[in-house]
Structure formats: structure tokens, C-alpha cells
């Protein structure tokens, strides 16, 4: 029940205008990219590679996942205080592929002549759908089909074509990262995994994930 007031929640929040108000950004230089971790306090732009994020929104249970790719901005107090809506705490982060970023202590810089107030408006309702959907998907999906589902959006966004139809998947997630992604116990989350790799759907090597594609899908189908 109050897994279902928070999807609630987070349909009215969608049904909102979430037209940010009209701010006067001043340009600042842009810092150095930041190989590792996140300056608290600053707003962060993915420069290059890409982070799984784990952050609270409506929920204080269960953080919403987002892949953040290059170009886009990952959640922050800040951030979030500068569209006016809510605020956020950053879980965790897991950078992919040697990810730097930009840095803004102050305020985002303007892009040309536009400001980027109207991108973080739409930022902002993107990531409010997106946990809407998470959140649904919990209510009413088994932790085995959000493992499959978060398996997938993440083989197909970074996965590198293996062999016999498999992907590997070139990230080292512990069994306390997929639970935490699909909301669930180390427990729950082990006995998926385990159960996908019975069905030799997901296989490990070297602490790699392998993943047939085609067969996971299937497999989540039926769910």
C-alpha cells in the first residue's frame, strides 16, 4: 500500500507543468574533469563513458537506477534545488569506461545563447517518469523480472558482442548492486541470478556477466 501511494505521488507529479522558472545564469569555467567520485555540492555533467546511478527520489526505500550517458547530467542537491522541485541523495555511483566529468560549483553554464533551464526541466520530468515506472515495475513484477529487465537495458546499452549468441556485459556488479538496483534482499537477488544462470541465460566469467540476449527476453516475456 504505500509502494502504491508513492506511484501515485509520482503520477501527480508528472501530471504537473514542470516549466522551470526563468533564472539569469551567469557563465562560470569549467573545472577540471574529476576522474573518480562526486564534488559535493556541484552539478555534474557526464563529459565522457557513463555511470549507473542509484539516487532517491519519492521513495526513501527503494533509489531509482538511471544510466547517465555522455551529455547528460547526474542527480544532486544542487541540481535538483535549481529546478525547484525536490531534493536528491546520490546512493552510489559505477562508472563505466573511464567516465570524467564536468563540474560546476555555482550554476551550469549557457549552452550558445540558450540556458539550460528548459533541458533540467525536462531532465527533471524524464526522471520522474522513469521512477514511476521503476516503481510500478516493483509493484507489480517479480524480482526476477526486474533482474532480467535491468540485465538487459544494461547489455544493450554497453554490451560487447561475445560468441554463440552471447553479450558480455563489461561491468562488475556485486549480488548488493543488483539487489539494491531492483529493490530487493541479497537473498532474492542471489536466487534470481542463480536461476538465470541455471536456464544459461547469464553466465559469469572472471567476474564478467555474459548474457544471451535473445533468450532473456524470452525468458521475461513469460514472467
Known amino acids: 500500500m504505500k509502494n502504491a501511494q508513492i506511484v501515485n505521488t509520482l503520477e501527480a507529479l508528472l501530471s504537473c507543468d514542470?516549466?522551470?522558472?526563468?533564472?539569469?545564469?551567469?557563465?562560470?569555467?569549467?573545472?577540471?574533469?574529476?576522474?573518480?567520485?562526486?564534488?559535493?555540492?556541484?552539478?555534474?555533467?557526464?563529459?565522457?563513458?557513463?555511470?549507473?546511478e542509484k539516487v532517491y527520489l519519492a521513495s526513501p526505500a527503494h533509489p531509482v537506477v538511471r544510466i547517465v550517458m555522455a551529455g547528460e547530467f547526474l542527480c544532486s542537491p544542487?541540481?535538483?534545488?535549481?529546478?525547484?522541485?525536490?531534493?536528491?541523495?546520490?546512493?552510489?555511483?559505477?562508472?563505466?569506461?573511464?567516465?570524467?566529468f564536468h563540474s560546476w560549483r555555482n550554476h551550469p553554464p549557457e549552452t550558445g545563447s540558450d540556458l539550460l533551464m528548459?533541458?533540467?526541466?525536462?531532465?527533471?520530468?524524464?526522471?520522474?517518469?522513469?521512477?514511476?515506472?521503476?516503481?510500478?515495475?516493483?509493484?507489480?513484477?517479480?524480482?526476477?523480472?526486474?533482474?532480467?529487465?535491468?540485465?538487459?537495458?544494461?547489455?544493450?546499452?554497453?554490451?560487447?558482442?561475445?560468441k554463440d549468441g552471447y553479450t558480455v556485459l563489461p561491468l562488475r556488479l556485486t549480488i548488493k548492486d543488483l539487489?539494491?538496483?531492483?529493490?530487493?534482499?541479497?537473498?532474492?537477488?542471489?536466487?534470481?541470478?542463480?536461476?538465470?544462470k541455471r536456464n544459461n541465460l547469464v553466465l559469469t566469467e572472471n567476474h564478467l556477466f555474459v548474457v544471451a540476449l535473445e533468450g532473456l527476453e524470452s525468458y521475461r516475456a513469460k514472467l
Not at 525536462?122 to 535491468?150: C, D, G, P, V
Open 118 to 162: 528548459p533541458q533540467m526541466g525536462n531532465w527533471y520530468r524524464q526522471t520522474l517518469y522513469n521512477s514511476w515506472q521503476q516503481l510500478s515495475e516493483l509493484l507489480h513484477h517479480s524480482a526476477s523480472f526486474r533482474l532480467a529487465s535491468l540485465l538487459l537495458e544494461l547489455t544493450k546499452a554497453f554490451g560487447l558482442a561475445y
Open 179 to 196: 539487489a539494491d538496483c531492483i529493490g530487493t534482499t541479497r537473498e532474492t537477488a542471489s536466487m534470481s541470478l542463480t536461476r538465470l
Open 78 to 100: 544542487r541540481l535538483l534545488g535549481l529546478v525547484a522541485f525536490t531534493r536528491s541523495s546520490v546512493v552510489r555511483t559505477i562508472h563505466l569506461h573511464g567516465t570524467t
Open 18 to 52: 514542470h516549466s522551470p522558472p526563468n533564472y539569469t545564469v551567469q557563465r562560470y569555467g569549467c573545472r577540471k574533469p574529476i576522474p573518480d567520485g562526486i564534488v559535493q555540492g556541484s552539478v555534474m555533467l557526464v563529459k565522457q563513458g557513463a555511470v549507473l
